[in-house]
């Protein structure tokens, strides 16, 4: 059966599996040997190497989800953007990246090129235009994520992607937000995909993992820094994912559903001074999202009016969870000021729009009713502060 002629979740549950010959199980074994015969076979199986057949079968169900010809895994998102970036770049090479992404790329860059010897330039803005100020003549790569994190602005993935391409710079993009469900880049001229698997790949918040899809010429690039690096992850947590993700369509779509009413329903509310969500026909790229997204996704993000602590009301939330991570089953909110860009200074939080009354609002699966009830209590019993 082609690629073609596979539906989302029917890749979902099979394309990856290995079948179990010798008992005939319905799902994967796992495979949790660190030795392999190195004699008389075609492969030379390593875990540092990213060849067990737990590792190898795994990647075949997330390329084919992002339209990829090969892809691998890591032990985290950030170890599979380090291992992008570093394969791309080297001392003399300048970097071109959007200026709202995941705080942790940022601080990645800022802290470790610097040792490397790579220059790196933050786009003023997420137009087209920004990223092709931005470019010098040692421009190798150039990285942006869309939606991103946690302002849900939209970049224009096809124009980025042209720009690269007419001047030889290899693409990147943060993929996580939107997931292989949502949002296929490769289709609008993206090099390299990456996620943050620990995301919406996992989705039950239990799992650390990162994972990178494009061309095999590309992929093996990658693996050779990786093998060296050796940020590989045990074959358990690679049975889980595999596991995690037969479900993953089901899950995203059910989780988009609720985000949408969510954000119309924050959107009405006198206490949310602004919504972040793609799908609110008030977002800055409202047609742009429809254009390039299959459909919205479950992130969304909300400034509370001046006056409304914002830990205070997430205190008062009895349903939706508090966390430090997203996209789980479950419904979590944060502050990103103080989790995802603690690390940039409060000057480089304004300057990138991070406000202390922003919360960050990973939607679950739970039905919309008791999402929204949650809501309406919390903000109910939250205390205004007399100053506002």
């Not at 289709?187 to 990162?210: E, N, P, Q, R």
């Not at 494009?214 to 690679?238: C, M, P, Q, Y």
């Not at 993000?301 to 430090?324: H, R, T, W, Y």
């Amino acid at each position: 059966m082609s690629k073609k002629a596979l539906g989302l979740n029917t890749i979902c549950t099979h394309v990856g599996e290995i079948k179990d010959e010798q008992f005939k199980g319905a799902i994967s074994p796992i495979y949790l040997s660190t030795s392999y015969e190195f004699d008389n076979v075609d492969v030379k199986r390593y875990p540092r190497y990213f060849n067990t057949p737990n590792q190898e079968y795994l990647v075949k169900k997330i390329a084919m989800l992002e339209h990829a010809e090969d892809a691998l895994i890591f032990a985290s998102g950030m170890a599979a953007i380090s291992h992008m970036f570093l394969a791309f770049l080297k001392k003399g090479d300048h970097l071109v990246v959007q200026n709202t992404l995941y705080g942790g790329t940022s601080n990645f860059i800022k802290e470790e090129f610097p040792k490397y010897g790579i220059e790196y330039t933050f786009t003023n803005g997420y137009d087209v235009s920004d990223f092709e100020a931005a470019i010098q003549p040692n421009t190798k790569l150039i990285h942006l994520e869309t939606p991103s994190n946690p302002l849900l602005t939209v970049t224009d993935i096809k124009a980025v992607a042209d720009l690269a391409n007419s001047k030889g710079i290899i693409s990147s993009i943060d993929n996580t937000f939107a997931s292989p469900v949502n949002q296929n880049p490769i289709d609008f001229g993206i090099d390299l995909v990456m996620h943050s698997a620990t995301k919406y790949l996992g989705g039950h918040s239990d799992i650390l993992a990162g994972a990178v899809a494009g061309s095999k010429a590309h992929i093996e690039r990658i693996w050779n820094v990786g093998k060296n690096l050796g940020g590989s992850l045990s074959d358990f947590t690679v049975w889980m994912l595999e596991r995690s993700m037969k479900t993953l369509a089901l899950r995203v779509k059910a989780q988009t559903k609720n985000a949408k009413k969510i954000a119309k329903f924050l959107d009405k509310n006198n206490k949310i001074a602004k919504v972040n969500y793609p799908g609110l026909k008030s977002h800055p790229q409202y047609e742009l999202a429809k254009r390039q997204m299959h459909d919205f996704g479950a992130m969304l993000s909300f400034e509370l009016v001046e006056g409304i602590d914002a830990m205070a009301f997430q205190k008062e939330l009895n349903l939706i969870k508090s966390s430090m991570s997203l996209a789980g089953v479950e419904s979590t909110m944060l502050l990103p000021s103080e989790t995802s860009h603690a690390l940039l200074t409060q000057e480089e939080r304004d300057a990138v729009g991070i406000s202390n009354q922003l919360i960050r609002f990973s939607v679950g699966i739970e039905d919309y009713k008791d999402l929204k009830q949650d809501i309406k209590q919390a903000l109910a019993t939250t205390k205004v502060s007399s100053l506002a």
